[in-house]
């Protein structure tokens, strides 16, 4: 049997980011941990990707991005029957309230450490 450790780090992360080098930062993080990590450039892409395979264990999701924003793509993912217990962690430099929908809010930049104790949170709480 697996220990929870092991099996929250073998988790399935969606990160949707559309700064190219803060995307592969965060996913290189990640996945260094030992988590499962599929980057997309924005919220259109990740959607496609969302409606083409299983879901993930959680989404990290920033608000402000070309074609189809975090907030659409939130709303979205809060109304459809597959995707409405999957974990949204907003990823994002935009201050304000975080949006409905959201479990938990990672304000840009954000550290290696909180990154991983925010990650490891949500996953323990939600699977």
Do not use: N
């Not at 189809?68 to 990823?91: D, H």
């Amino acid at each position: 049997m697996q220990s929870v450790d092991t099996a929250l780090r073998s988790a399935r992360i969606l990160v949707v980011e559309d700064d190219a080098d803060v995307r592969e930062a965060v996913a290189s993080q990640l996945a260094e941990a030992g988590y499962s990590v599929y980057p997309t450039a924005d919220g259109q892409e990740a959607l496609e990707r969302l409606l083409r395979g299983e879901p993930p264990d959680m989404i990290l999701l920033d608000l402000k991005m070309p074609k189809r924003s975090g907030w659409e793509l939130l709303e979205y993912l809060r109304r459809s029957s597959i995707f409405m217990g999957v974990p949204v962690v907003i990823f994002s430099a935009y201050v304000g309230f975080p949006p409905a929908g959201a479990v938990a809010w990672l304000r840009k930049p954000v550290t290696r450490d909180d990154l991983l104790t925010t990650v490891r949170g949500v996953l323990a709480r939600h699977r």
